[in-house]
């Protein structure tokens, strides 16, 4: 087995039962090579197979395990997720110990997270604090902490070194001084900005709650009446320069002789029908 973590998904007596079953004669010359490698290559926990014979005629399999970088619970489903954003499911014999993601993660969103949980095992700080992930039903990527009840709420899963930067500043500048009780929430996920939600379950913040109550009862209500009532009538009156009066009684004038010509004109009178010539016989 060739190996980058060691993993047991397989073990070397499988890989003999699944040998022994494609060659029961067990001669190296009844052994279809390429079809033993097809079959060991389409386990769910194997990444790559290489199945060949050596000089001396000896049968060699390379065989190379996935490796989980997140174990993830979705929609009532229990499977593992390797760096390349493989599903393959959970082994009865063996338990990988790897980052517990939980929430409607999307297939296109696994290699995101596969490389924001390595950032974390790589950091001394982030695997001290964060022991798993979280997708609420907003679509925010919530960080679950081993110290207190908080969460650290990161949003998406772009920017995530400045996010886990933001939060290891606000733990060693404020957080080591207080109780890490006293928040349910600690959101990185604004820019240049982090906003703290208290715990309404931590007794030393029922004061501070409180004080916040009755600031908010002061505050003035901002009432908006409406006016009922006829609106008011306005008349306009239309201001004529001189040169319009003058166009205007230009236009009237037009018209009256228009209808004056209108009424001199007479229709021709019609012309008489001629009188047939009449013959008189004596």
Not at 173 to 180: M, S, T
Not at 181 to 204: A, C, D, G, H, M
Request: proline share 5%; glycine share 4%; aromatic share 8%.
């Amino acid at each position: 087995m060739n190996e980058r973590t060691p993993v047991y998904f397989i073990d070397e007596k499988d890989i003999r039962e699944i040998v022994k079953k494609e060659n029961p004669s067990g001669k190296v010359g009844d052994l279809d090579i390429p079809a033993l490698e097809k079959k060991i290559s389409n386990l769910p926990a194997v990444d790559s197979a290489n199945v060949y014979l050596n000089l001396n005629g000896k049968l060699n399999l390379d065989i190379r395990q996935r490796v989980p970088v997140f174990r993830l619970n979705k929609e009532g489903r229990d499977f593992y997720v390797d760096e390349k954003g493989v599903e393959f499911p959970i082994s009865k014999t063996y338990s990988h110990p790897c980052m517990l993601v939980t929430g409607n993660v999307k297939r296109d969103e696994y290699e995101k997270l596969a490389e924001l949980v390595e950032k974390i095992d790589k950091d001394d700080f982030s695997k001290k604090y964060f022991i798993g992930i979280s997708k609420d039903r907003n679509g925010n990527y919530n960080l679950l902490t081993s110290e207190g009840h908080y969460k650290v709420e990161i949003g998406d899963l772009d920017h995530i070194d400045f996010k886990v930067r933001g939060f290891k500043t606000f733990v060693e500048k404020y957080l080591v001084y207080q109780d890490p009780e006293k928040y349910s929430r600690v959101s990185v996920k604004y820019q240049n900005q982090i906003v703290t939600t208290l715990n309404p379950y931590f007794k030393e913040n029922d004061s501070i709650l409180q004080a916040g109550n009755k600031e908010l009862a002061k505050a003035p209500l901002v009432t908006v009446r409406k006016t009922e009532g006829q609106p008011k009538l306005t008349e306009s009156r239309k201001i004529s320069s001189p040169s319009v009066k003058a166009k205007e009684s230009e236009k009237k004038k037009t018209i009256t002789t228009l209808r004056e010509t209108k009424r001199i004109e007479k229709k021709p009178a019609a012309a008489k029908p001629k009188k047939k010539a009449t013959v008189k016989i004596e």
